[in-house]
Structures are given as C-alpha cells and as structure tokens.
C-alpha cells in the first residue's frame, strides 16, 4: 500500500474514533485572511442575490462561485485577490470591469 493509503486509513480511524467519542480530534482555527466557502458564499450573499447575478456583476462564473461556495473547488491565488478586492471595493471593480 502507498504511504497515501496509509494515511488516509489513519485519517479515516481517527474520524471514526472522535464519532464514537473515543478520542477528541485536533482543533485548530483558520487564519483570517483565508477565503473559506463559507467567506465567499457570505460575500456574493452580501453583494449579489445569485451566482449568476454576481457573474454578470464581477465576470467570475456563476458555476465556479458555487463550485467556491460548496467547497467542491478552491480560488487559485489570482481569484482570491480579485475576491479580497470584490471584498473591501465593490464599487472599484464595478467601475473597472464597466464597459
């Protein structure tokens, strides 16, 4: 078996474990700046009332913010710049992507 097998068994007895109540898992909290799914589904909430209207708005694809949102995908650094900048000036990047 490879060593990623092994540690995905190990990974998954340790998830079973802290189920069961066996054992606690590690905790550990996210750093601030992190774009979680759960940060970008709250800022296209905040500035958008759909995926699609946030595509129109800002040119990211309806599909890849819920791909984001679901956590099925994570931004690439270029996305998570223009999703920090989307964050903190809306309106700047309204004007700049304005015909």
Avoid: W
């Avoid at 909430?45 to 800002?58: D, G, H, I, V």
């Amino acid at each position: 078996m490879s060593r990623v097998g092994e540690d995905l068994i190990e990974a998954f007895e340790e998830m079973a474990a802290d189920l069961r109540g066996d054992t606690r898992a590690e905790s550990y909290e996210i750093p601030a700046d992190v774009m979680t799914p759960e940060r970008i589904r709250a800022l296209r909430s905040k500035l958008a009332t759909s995926t699609r209207a946030f595509e129109q708005e800002f040119a990211i694809p309806a599909r890849t913010m819920e791909a984001y949102e679901q956590g099925r995908r994570r931004p690439d650094r270029a996305t998570i710049t223009l999703l920090r900048v989307i964050e903190r000036e809306p309106d700047a990047v309204r004007r700049a992507l304005a015909p």
